[in-house]
């Protein structure tokens, strides 16, 4: 049965996508929910400025940039706990962030004493996570696979913490059946785990998705597909991807939730996959989450696709930056002001900057270096 939408979306006319103006959700939310998902998404947007600026100066000869995402992604992270799985793309380092570190052990007293945490980290070593991350970013022989992959392509398990991370495929609805498979292995533990997933919508139209959400309906996994539709693909416009209003509506043809949402509404996105969550825990099967996002950037820096979406559209995305929106509703709420911002802004952009150039200054891999060589 479908849900109901969270957040509706416009028919798939071709016309440019609605998108969510402030308004639609200042007023809900505890203050110490948009605290928390703010601090994560804060520390996202910096982690991302920074490899940006460094692919600017010639630094970095990539990069696959996530802003724009962070709502959405860092919301999704905060509804699974440790012993969950993660399988994430190149969009969502708000995701694996949310899900690797511990930021008030990373930024002390970037929370008030009495808060209370809508998500307990897993434990372990956060600064080291994030450096070693850095270092997979950058071809570092500390880095997840040793500097062989320069990308999100790894996986990371540590059973001691609950933390498992599967990392991206780069034909992207490929990782569907991965995911699927993950929650099967729960499944067959008869673990009440949950595996969630984030593709983009272009890769709804591979045969991975049905094959992968057929299944996963068929035998009721623990499996939370998460699409990241920003309209656009790599460059194509959703007029000439599906011909559906939405892709939510896709999950009733295979018997299972579907649900829309606005991923610029960190709060609408965490209650989504609340419930999904628990719909998987109880042994209910999985859930297509649709979540809106707008296009920020292109498929990669450098390349020339942003400049395929229209004028108007693109400034709709831009005046509906999810990090601007969710700092409106703080300061106008009360809950703080805009010198704390500014503060907060300024402790991840050092906290990454200094973990960014510490990463820098590690050694590159030996040719034919054994890929399982870890940091000590």
Request: some cysteine; proline content about 5%; overall charge negative.
């Amino acid at each position: 049965m479908m849900d109901q939408p969270a957040n509706s979306s416009p028919s798939n006319t071709g016309a440019p996508p609605e998108v969510s103006p402030a308004a639609a959700w200042l007023d809900t939310g505890s203050d110490h929910a948009l605290r928390e998902m703010h601090a994560y998404m804060r520390l996202t947007r910096e982690w991302d400025l920074r490899y940006e600026k460094m692919f600017k100066t010639g630094a970095l000869s990539k990069w696959y940039s996530s802003v724009g995402n962070e709502a959405a992604t860092v919301a999704a992270a905060s509804a699974i706990e440790k012993g969950d799985a993660l399988v994430s793309l190149h969009r969502d380092a708000g995701a694996i962030l949310r899900h690797y570190v511990d930021i008030e052990t990373l930024i002390p007293e970037i929370f008030p004493s009495n808060m209370n945490l809508i998500r307990q980290p897993l434990g372990g070593d956060s600064r080291e996570r994030l450096f070693r991350l850095a270092c997979q970013m950058l071809g570092r022989q500390h880095g997840y696979s040793a500097g062989h992959e320069r990308s999100y392509h790894y996986n990371h398990m540590e059973p001691e913490h609950g933390l498992i991370h599967i990392g991206m495929i780069s034909h992207l609805g490929s990782m569907i059946p991965v995911a699927a498979g993950a929650a099967l292995s729960f499944q067959q533990q008869k673990s009440d785990r949950v595996a969630i997933n984030f593709i983009g919508e272009g890769a709804t139209s591979t045969g991975d998705f049905h094959e992968g959400l057929n299944i996963a309906s068929v035998w009721k996994l623990p499996f939370i597909l998460i699409i990241e539709n920003n309209h656009w693909a790599f460059s194509t416009p959703t007029s000439q991807q599906y011909a559906c209003d939405n892709l939510a509506s896709r999950a009733i043809g295979y018997g299972m939730a579907g649900v829309e949402v606005d991923g610029n509404d960190p709060i609408a996105m965490h209650q989504v996959m609340q419930e999904a969550v628990q719909r998987a825990r109880s042994g209910e099967g999985p859930t297509l989450v649709e979540a809106h996002v707008g296009r920020h950037r292109g498929h990669s820096e450098g390349d020339d696709s942003l400049d395929q979406v229209p004028g108007d559209e693109l400034k709709g995305y831009l005046e509906n930056d999810p990090m601007d929106l969710i700092e409106t509703r703080m300061v106008n709420g009360g809950i703080v002001s805009r010198a704390w911002l500014e503060e907060i802004r300024e402790k991840c952009a050092a906290l990454i900057m200094e973990v960014v150039d510490e990463a820098m200054s590690m050694p590159e891999p030996e040719p034919n270096s054994d890929r399982s060589i870890h940091a000590e």
